[in-house]
């Protein structure tokens, strides 16, 4: 079994917070995504989106503060939304349990200050979430899925992009099966233009283990595996 992973739509599941300091849009660099496509004056929110590595002058971009508004019983959620920097915002509690399972195969970047919304500062850590492996998991014959021609053209050449999305329908109602060749020894990924582009994927061992430990809920989809 494998999941595929959304923002939960309860309250207590998603991290009331802010960010301050860094600038999700500047500075820039010209660099080329994975795929060997070219990036001209690329933002950290970029490398986020194309699941690269953030150049060192751009690490400037991260924020320095982040402001943390706990549950009325205290409770801090582990994950949040940085819709601004494309990905999310994750504890040092998840980081601690994928880099268990893949060390040194994602890129967590830290926030160096973590206070709740009185000042007092945090023991708990936050990061943001680059998910380096992409991967094109999803079993197209047995999946709800269709190819969308993406194609685009950039400084006068053409590059052609067909890719792989769900097809139209509410996503409870639609079924998904995972290539199990491909996802062996993954735990956590995002799909390429093969796989469901952008979207987040784990393991069934990551989701056992951040229910184990308690961590705040995704909306996980399960996917059989074929």
């Given at each position: 079994?494998a999941y595929?992973?959304f923002?939960?739509?309860?309250?207590?599941?998603?991290l009331n917070?802010?960010?301050?300091?860094?600038?999700?849009r500047?500075?820039?660099?010209?660099?080329?995504?994975?795929?060997?496509?070219p990036?001209?004056?690329q933002?950290?929110s970029?490398?986020?989106?194309?699941s690269?590595?953030?150049?060192?002058?751009l690490l400037?971009?991260v924020?320095?503060?982040?402001i943390v508004t706990p549950c009325?019983?205290?409770?801090i959620?582990?994950?949040?939304?940085?819709?601004?920097y494309?990905?999310?915002?994750?504890?040092d509690?998840?980081?601690d349990?994928?880099?268990r399972l893949?060390?040194g195969?994602?890129e967590?970047l830290?926030?160096?200050?973590?206070?709740d919304?009185k000042?007092?500062?945090l023991?708990?850590?936050?990061?943001?979430?680059n998910v380096?492996?992409r991967l094109?998991a999803?079993d197209v014959?047995?999946s709800?899925?269709?190819?969308?021609d993406?194609?685009?053209?950039f400084?006068g050449?053409?590059f052609?992009?067909?890719m792989?999305?769900e097809s139209?329908?509410?996503?409870?109602t639609?079924g998904?099966?995972a290539?199990?060749k491909?996802i062996?020894g993954?735990h956590?990924?995002?799909?390429n233009?093969?796989?469901?582009?952008g979207?987040y994927f784990?393991?069934?061992r990551?989701?056992d283990?951040?229910?184990?430990?308690?961590?705040?809920?995704?909306?996980?989809?399960p996917?059989?595996e074929f």
């Amino acid at each position: 079994m494998a999941y595929m992973m959304f923002t939960s739509s309860e309250d207590k599941d998603n991290l009331n917070s802010r960010l301050e300091g860094g600038n999700p849009r500047a500075p820039t660099a010209d660099t080329v995504a994975p795929d060997g496509a070219p990036r001209k004056g690329q933002p950290i929110s970029g490398c986020f989106m194309d699941s690269m590595r953030v150049p060192e002058q751009l690490l400037v971009s991260v924020p320095q503060r982040i402001i943390v508004t706990p549950c009325a019983d205290g409770f801090i959620a582990d994950f949040a939304k940085a819709s601004d920097y494309m990905t999310y915002i994750v504890s040092d509690r998840f980081v601690d349990i994928v880099e268990r399972l893949e060390p040194g195969v994602h890129e967590f970047l830290p926030i160096a200050q973590a206070v709740d919304d009185k000042g007092h500062p945090l023991a708990r850590r936050f990061f943001l979430l680059n998910v380096l492996t992409r991967l094109a998991a999803i079993d197209v014959e047995r999946s709800t899925v269709e190819r969308k021609d993406m194609s685009f053209e950039f400084e006068g050449k053409r590059f052609e992009s067909i890719m792989l999305a769900e097809s139209p329908g509410p996503i409870n109602t639609r079924g998904f099966v995972a290539r199990k060749k491909v996802i062996a020894g993954h735990h956590l990924w995002r799909g390429n233009k093969d796989g469901l582009m952008g979207r987040y994927f784990c393991s069934s061992r990551l989701h056992d283990e951040m229910q184990a430990a308690g961590l705040s809920q995704f909306w996980f989809v399960p996917m059989d595996e074929f």
